[in-house]
Nanobody, 125 residues
Framework: QVQLAESGGGLVQVGGSLRLSCAAS????????MAWFRQAPGKEREFVAAISRGGTMTYYADSVKDRFTISRDNAKNTVYLQMNSLKPEDTAVYYC??????????????????WGQGTQVTVSS
């Protein structure tokens, strides 16, 4: 089992940048596919980005492609989400998630068994 803790959220102006981090417990971090999801007020939780166990493959939602970058450092048990050119519609609670079950990187939320508590990102105009 892995425990996840996000950090790095905050208030930023339109066009600004933030870097989210997700620290994982345990010594088997590199066996988990990792992902970021987000949930805006009054909306369902949605997929943002995912990264493979070794970090060589990534996958993004169309809404964040070319603006966000997911990466991981397996030596530090940490996954990151670099967010650039932020828009008001990026305002949400961002969650880190992990899965052992998925055969490859996926946006399917139900395959992710472990979740962090979330970190708030607010983009002001």
């Amino acid at each position: 089992q892995v425990q996840l803790a996000e950090s790095g959220g905050g208030l930023v102006q339109v066009g600004g940048s933030l870097r989210l981090s997700c620290a994982a417990s345990g010594r088997t971090f590199n066996t988990y596919i990792m992902a970021w999801f987000r949930q805006a007020p009054g909306k369902e939780r949605e997929f943002v980005a995912a990264i493979s166990r070794g970090g060589t493959m990534t996958y993004y939602a169309d809404s964040v492609k070319d603006r966000f970058t997911i990466s991981r450092d397996n030596a530090k048990n940490t996954v990151y989400l670099q967010m650039n050119s932020l828009k008001p519609e990026d305002t949400a609670v961002y969650y880190c998630a992990a899965t052992l079950r998925a055969p490859t990187i996926t946006q399917i939320m139900s395959l992710y068994d472990y979740w962090g508590q979330g970190t708030q990102v607010t983009v002001s105009s």
